[in-house]
């Protein structure tokens, strides 16, 4: 089946820094893949997603790449605010599993310090 | 702006007791979604609805039901509560196609003592 692996967290880093999430999958057709972001006390969001191989989304400051050679979407910015501590959640969506099926990775937690 | 209420943001219950959770959007959205969220295990699907009155069992409906009637309005229904269902439960909508985004309510953090 579909599944969406993500680097452990938590990550710690300082304001600045630069940032590299890990996300993999494996899926049986071309999905599409999607960064949701989840901030403290809230429901998730929407961070960028792209919809096929060499795509590269990308939202305040953030980006991502379909790579379909290594089924990877790692999430990378290049220099983090205080602001951008949330959880962080890889998903994909595969036309077909039918309907529009999210499958997760498990979240990764990232704290920055100012 | 799309919006995604829920009808509670913390609701604790007792063992056995019929709950309800209730989730509302406003964008005329044909998909609609349940998720439980748990510590290490991110958001598992619980059930899915693509239209009105149509419902389709996700990765872990066991213990759970839906109901639909509305096009806005997707309930779920913990028909007899159990320690194991404490958790968050997060409420989404989406228009059809497998590209679109799906829209996240607050969520709902249940206590089941």
């Known amino acids: 089946g579909n599944s969406v692996t993500q680097m452990e967290g938590p990550v710690t880093l300082s304001e600045e820094a630069f940032l590299t999430i890990n996300c993999t999958y494996t899926?049986?057709?071309?999905?599409?893949l999607f960064w949701y972001v989840q901030y403290p006390g809230e429901g998730l969001q929407l961070l960028l997603k792209a919809t096929k191989a060499d795509d590269k989304g990308s939202n305040k400051g953030f980006e991502a790449t379909y790579r379909k050679e290594t089924t990877s979407f790692h999430l990378e910015k290049g220099s983090v605010q205080v602001s951008d501590s949330a959880v962080y959640f890889c998903a994909l969506s595969d036309p077909f599993q039918g309907a529009q099926k999210l499958v997760f990775g498990q979240g990764t937690r990232l704290t920055i310090n100012p | 702006d799309v919006k995604v209420t829920q009808s509670s943001r913390y609701l604790v219950k007792r063992t056995g007791e019929k709950v309800f959770l209730e989730c509302v959007q406003d964008m005329d959205h044909e998909n609609m979604f349940w998720y439980r969220q748990d510590p290490g295990l991110g958001l598992r699907l619980i059930y899915f609805?693509?239209?009105?009155?149509?419902?389709e069992k996700g990765d872990i409906p066991e213990g759970y039901s839906v109901s639909r009637e509305k096009k806005e309005r997707f309930s779920l229904i913990l028909e007899s509560a159990s320690t194991n269902q404490t958790s968050m439960y997060l409420c989404a909508s989406s228009l059809g196609g497998y590209q679109e985004t799906q829209y996240f309510g607050p969520g709902t953090r249940l206590l089941v003592l």
């Open positions: 899926a049986t057709g071309y999905p599409s």
């Open positions: 609805s693509y239209d009105v009155k149509m419902k």
